[in-house]
Nanobody, 129 residues
C-alpha cells in the first residue's frame, strides 16, 4: 500500500499560479502510476493529469493542456502539479492518486478514477475572478 498527502492548495486570482505537491509513503513509489484528479462542488471527479512510472510519459486533460505541468521525483517519493494561467473554472478540490494497474503502463485507463485504489485527502484550490 501507499499513503498519499497533498499540499499547496489555496486562493489565487485568475491568471495566477499554484504548485501542488503529493508526498507518498509506504511501498516503493516508483512502482505506481500517479495521477491528479479534481472535483468541483456538484460535479463528478475528473481526471487532470497522469504520469508514468519513470516520469517520461505524461498525459493531460484537454482543459489543462498547456497550462498545467505534472512531474514526479521517485527518489523523494513525491509528485507535483504546477498550475499556471489559472481560471475560475479550475476551482476544485484536487486529489493525487496512485495505481499499480499494469494497463496504465500502456496508457489504458489513466483517466478513469476507478483504476486508482489509493487516494490522498485532497487540497482546495480556489481561483477568484
Amino acid at each position: 500500500q501507499v499513503q498519499l498527502v497533498e499540499s499547496g492548495g489555496g486562493l489565487v486570482q485568475a491568471g495566477g499560479s499554484l504548485r501542488l505537491s503529493c508526498a507518498a509513503s509506504g511501498r516503493t513509489f516508483s512502482s505506481y502510476y500517479m495521477g491528479w484528479f479534481r472535483q468541483a462542488p456538484g460535479k463528478e471527479r475528473e481526471f487532470v493529469a497522469g504520469i508514468g512510472w519513470s516520469g517520461g510519459s505524461k498525459f493531460y486533460a484537454d482543459s489543462v493542456q498547456g497550462r498545467f505541468t505534472i512531474s514526479r521525483d521517485n527518489a523523494k517519493g513525491s509528485m507535483s502539479l504546477q498550475m499556471d494561467s489559472l481560471k475560475p473554472e479550475d476551482t476544485a478540490v484536487y486529489y493525487c492518486a496512485a495505481s499499480g494497474d499494469p494497463r496504465l503502463r500502456v496508457g489504458i485507463g489513466a483517466q478513469n478514477a476507478q483504476n486508482y485504489p489509493y487516494w490522498g485527502q485532497g487540497t482546495q484550490v480556489t481561483v477568484s475572478s
